[in-house]
């Protein structure tokens, strides 16, 4: 069963690139709208994908959770949205971090500016910045849509405004090329975001991945699901030789024989593919995580 368990994690972590493509296409599958400047606006809308997407892009087939919950929220009918946040809880549940790592369209995009040849500089010494995507889930998502509402009741969007660089690639720039009355619209807001935009991607040519790391809020409710997902990393302590390949692959900054479900893990498999002896792979389902990694050499048991 091991040894099944371990192929099927080597196949998926080594195909991962694919499975981010092709999670992109379905999540934006109304191809033609990008020729046609305009936004699908069907029933896949009532449901949210698991990662983050804008509503805005004119291939989406449903809706940013993270949109939607600050649309809820930012009401003057609503409070608080069950639905929404009841999704966002199952999704973390059912795969943690794995979503940051495999389905999330915005991570792919940061991978992709990653692999452009350029100096890399790692972001072990800026560990602290990791938790600013905390404050941005509690102020800019949850508390100032809230709070912050204007004589009809209604609370912005703050995150989704202000900050998100999703809207202006996804959204923004594909309507405006082929819709005037978009283009003719766009003001010092959209320079704003634009600039945001080429921030991150800037960043992510150097860094991997920094706004998964510093600034997703998506990524940080995902991650507080991480250590009690069913999906999680398993370490065969038996079969660990303590190379160090796993740890220095990893460029979420996470050793994965000391912690192999840390909330900045996103499940990517690049631990699964460096090990040489097939001591990492994915575990899901119910139980215990601490007792699936204890050595077997002294009389414990591997599931």
């Keep these: 069963m091991d040894r099944k368990n371990n192929l099927r994690s080597l196949i998926v972590s080594r195909f991962r690139g694919l499975i981010q493509a092709i999670a992109a296409l379905l999540t934006n599958i109304h191809l033609p709208n990008f020729l046609k400047g305009e936004i699908y606006r069907g029933s896949g809308k009532t449901v949210c994908v698991p990662g983050l997407n804008c509503y805005s892009c004119p291939g989406a087939a449903g809706s940013c959770p993270i949109g939607s919950f600050q649309a809820v929220v930012g009401s003057s009918k609503f409070r608080f949205s069950y639905y929404i946040t009841g999704s966002l809880i199952l999704m973390g549940v059912l795969l943690g971090r794995f979503i940051c790592g495999f389905l999330c369209p915005f991570g792919w995009f940061?991978?992709?500016?990653?692999?452009?040849?350029?100096?890399?500089?790692?972001?072990?010494?800026?560990?602290?910045?990791?938790?600013?995507?905390?404050?941005?889930?509690?102020?800019?998502?949850?508390?100032?849509?809230?709070?912050?509402?204007?004589?009809?009741?209604?609370?912005?969007?703050?995150?989704?405004?202000?900050?998100?660089?999703?809207?202006?690639?996804?959204?923004?720039?594909?309507?405006?090329?082929?819709n005037g009355s978009v283009r003719a619209a766009l003001g010092n807001l959209f320079n704003w975001k634009l600039v945001i935009l080429i921030f991150i991607a800037a960043l992510s040519v150097i860094f991997y991945r920094p706004f998964c790391k510093w600034l997703c809020p998506l990524?940080?409710?995902?991650?507080?699901?991480?250590?009690?997902?069913?999906?999680?990393?398993?370490?065969?302590?038996?079969?660990?030789?303590?190379?160090?390949?796993?740890?220095?692959?990893?460029?979420?900054?996470?050793?994965?024989?000391?912690?192999?479900?840390?909330?900045?893990?996103?499940r990517c498999g690049k631990c699964i593919t460096a090990c040489p002896a097939g001591a990492v792979c994915y575990r899901y389902g119910f139980g215990s995580a601490k007792k699936d990694n204890i050595d077997t050499t002294n009389g414990g048991t591997n599931s």
């Design 110 to 178: 940061q991978d992709l500016l990653h692999k452009i040849p350029f100096k890399k500089l790692s972001t072990k010494r800026l560990k602290p910045l990791r938790y600013i995507k905390y404050a941005v889930l509690l102020v800019m998502v949850v508390t100032l849509p809230v709070l912050v509402t204007n004589e009809l009741g209604m609370g912005i969007p703050y995150f989704c405004k202000y900050l998100c660089p999703q809207g202006v690639l996804e959204g923004a720039i594909p309507l405006s090329l082929v």
């Design 219 to 266: 990524g940080a409710f995902y991650a507080l699901f991480n250590r009690v997902s069913l999906l999680q990393m398993k370490v065969h302590k038996d079969k660990c030789i303590s190379c160090g390949k796993c740890a220095k692959v990893c460029e979420m900054d996470v050793d994965v024989t000391k912690h192999p479900n840390h909330t900045e893990c996103i």
